[in-house]
């Protein structure tokens, strides 16, 4: 064995020491470094308008320097639970909120605050004031007054109409009718001759359109709380062969937009939920660096009607002047 050999030894030991100590002193930093985490809870994503919440809200995060945790709670609020506390048990710094249900949402997002997790609340409202941080939606009822003002237009101010309504225990289900009744109440001639739930679903209320039209072959209109249900009944009254019938929907998803452009949808109101989105990821990062946003907890932005005057103008939830 050469001479050597135990000097080799000792300086491999030394070489394999020095990055070991390398790692050890680095590993102190790394933790001080880990990004904080935001948690994002939608319903489900199959609905173009929710997959745009999310994405928005989990590119912006990501961005900003967070990591995202995406959950799903399918407009159920006993899983939307379950997901508060998988977020709790993940150490969220903040969660941003799109949720199930105005009353039903309550326990969930005082339980998030009692952990010391603000909620951020995006497109609907809760029933209750100083749970959540804030509260940003669009202007549901002005929104509402601008479809409908819309509706009346193309309606010619007469004739026999129908309503789809939203998922009842949303609040915005009921702002919006609310706004639809009040504008549509001042035309004498146009009469609503059925207003039915679909809960934002294209299949029910295809199915319910099915209905109403045996009921009243005769309708010339459909004014709808959003989008996938205003689908869902053009789809059935094109099947019937009434796709002159007009038909008004809420939202400004994308395949709505195809829709006018193709002449059948006649007119929806955008939503700004990109802008929203976004601007919940803001004020939940400011709230975290200084413990305030600096804004009122309930905040509103106004919608915007597309129709086929300004749909080239449409792209993705976004409307460029």
């Not at 909120?97 to 010391?116: M, P, Q, S």
């Not at 509260?135 to 007469?158: C, D, H, P, R």
């Not at 929907?249 to 939920?273: C, H, N, R």
Request: glycine residues 6%; aromatic residues 6%; charged residues 20%.
């Amino acid at each position: 064995m050469p001479k050597n050999h135990p000097r080799n030894w000792k300086s491999i030991v030394r070489l394999l020491t020095i990055p070991a100590l390398l790692l050890t002193a680095g590993a102190m930093p790394a933790v001080a470094q880990q990004k904080k985490l935001i948690a994002i809870i939608v319903p489900s994503p199959e609905n173009p308008f929710f997959k745009a919440e999310a994405d928005a809200a989990e590119a912006k995060a990501k961005a900003m320097g967070y990591d995202t945790l995406v959950l799903v709670h399918n407009d159920d609020p006993v899983k939307q639970d379950q997901l508060f506390d998988t977020a709790i048990a993940r150490k969220a710094a903040a969660i941003i909120l799109d949720n199930a249900g105005a009353d039903a949402t309550i326990a969930a997002v005082k339980k998030a605050k009692a952990a010391g997790i603000p909620s951020f609340l995006v497109d609907r409202e809760i029933n209750a004031n100083g749970a959540a941080v804030a509260q940003l939606v669009s202007n549901n009822y002005q929104g509402a007054t601008l479809g409908a003002e819309e509706f009346a237009k193309i309606m010619g101010e007469e004739g026999d109409y129908v309503e789809l309504i939203g998922k009842e225990t949303d609040t915005n289900a009921g702002i919006r009718s609310k706004g639809y009744n009040d504008t549509l109440s001042q035309y004498p001639k146009l009469k609503k001759v059925a207003a039915q739930s679909a809960n934002w679903n294209q299949a029910e209320a295809f199915q319910k359109m099915q209905t109403i039209i045996q009921q009243y072959p005769n309708i010339k209109g459909v004014i709808s709380g959003n989008d996938t249900m205003a689908l869902g009944a053009y789809a059935a009254l094109k099947a019937a062969g009434k796709g002159k019938v007009i038909v008004v929907g809420f939202d400004g998803s994308p395949d709505v937009a195809d829709s006018i452009k193709a002449g059948e949808i006649k007119a929806t109101v955008l939503q700004p939920v990109v802008h929203l989105s976004e601007l919940a990821v803001k004020e939940a990062d400011q709230y975290l660096k200084t413990g305030k946003t600096g804004q009122d907890e309930k905040q509103t932005i106004d919608c915007v009607l597309v129709n086929p005057d300004n749909v080239k103008n449409y792209s993705a939830f976004n409307l460029k002047e």
